[in-house]
């Protein structure tokens, strides 16, 4: 059975990853404050092999800043980018 694969952000910025046969069944998780992340294009084989979580929960975790990042206006990306760089003297 191939799955849909999310990424639940809570009101505290936590992430979890669910895997559903349906949208429906994985938006039934999502609770009233938090933020559902559907990974487009993408579905697991299941039951899903231990060795496969880690690279999953990474393509999540990655999917979830690169749209987080582009929702952020010009501006306040050129400020976040600041903030990496080293304090003048």
Known sequence: M??????IVDAQ???????NETIEGI???VGPSEHCY???YMKVQEP?????VPAL???VHSYIVE????????RTQAL????????ER
Do not use: D, H, K, N
Not at 13 to 19: A, F, K, S, Y
Not at 80 to 87: E, N
């Open 57 to 59: 929960v990474e393509t």
């Open 38 to 40: 559907i990974i487009p």
């Open 2 to 7: 191939r799955s849909f694969v999310a990424g």
């Open 13 to 19: 910025g936590g992430v979890r990853v669910e895997i």
């Open 48 to 52: 899903l092999e231990w060795e496969q």
């Open 27 to 29: 938006m039934g998780c």
């Open 80 to 87: 976040l980018r600041g903030l990496g760089r080293p304090a």
């Open 67 to 74: 749209v987080a990042w582009e929702r952020l206006s010009s």
